[in-house]
């Protein structure tokens, strides 16, 4: 059996960025154990995707024949980034917190994928998610420590998020305190590499 992977990176360090080479390894560990899967990348700081706007919104209630061309090329990008959402078994996500949440780039994919009527569902019981059965592994870094705290709207947001689109096994890889002290980074990393190290020896054990 193989699984789809999705990988989103949102850093906008390149080289320098702890969420890129921690999600390199999450990889290379998980390649390793599950050969047989396919990895696509998506990353929204190299290649950014343009705000949801009232074009779109336009076109979605727009009769197919009467859409112009902006509208069209909008909603098929929707499309697209939908069904590459539903389409993984897993998703990695690289974010840093920048500003207590999440990249303004990687709020801007939330905002097409979570569609109504693809995404979820609204019904008399409430909202329904509908990308349920697959799992996400946040590999979240931060300057500064956030446990359970209040001021923490990145990775406490996504697990809103992705929950409401009804995904609830979600795994967090946190390196935190980077930005602290030489000492407080040099821990985190290793920690981080740890839950790396064990994420992917539960999914062995599991297969
Ligand atoms: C624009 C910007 C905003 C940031 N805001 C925060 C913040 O609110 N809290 C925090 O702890 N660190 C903050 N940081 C630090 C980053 O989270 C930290 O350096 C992290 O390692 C960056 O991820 P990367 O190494 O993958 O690029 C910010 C960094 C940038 C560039």
Request: proline share 3%; no cysteine; hydrophobic share 40%.
């Amino acid at each position: 059996m193989s699984n789809k992977i999705l990988r989103i990176d949102s850093s906008l360090n390149s080289d320098s960025s702890n969420s890129r080479r921690l999600g390199d390894r999450f990889l290379q560990q998980w390649l390793a154990a599950h050969p047989n899967d396919n990895v696509t990348a998506r990353d929204l700081a190299s290649d950014p995707l343009p705000h949801i706007g009232q074009t779109l919104l336009q076109g979605a209630t727009t009769a197919a024949e009467a859409r112009t061309q902006a509208m069209h090329d909008a909603l098929q990008r929707v499309d697209e980034l939908v069904e590459e959402f539903l389409a993984a078994d897993v998703i990695v996500i690289g974010v840093p917190m920048y500003n207590f949440g999440v990249p303004s780039t990687l709020k801007v994919w939330i905002d097409h994928i979570a569609q109504a009527g693809r995404t979820f569902r609204y019904t008399e019981a409430g909202p329904v998610g509908l990308a349920g059965g697959k799992r996400v592994y946040l590999v979240s870094t931060r300057g500064g420590v956030y446990d359970n705290s209040p001021m923490d709207h990145q990775v406490a947001y996504l697990k809103t998020v992705l929950g409401f689109l009804g995904i609830d096994d979600i795994q967090v890889i946190q390196a935190e305190g980077l930005n602290l002290s030489a000492e407080s980074r040099q821990q985190s990393l290793a920690a981080a590499e740890r839950q790396i190290h064990e994420s992917i020896a539960a999914t062995r054990a599991a297969a």
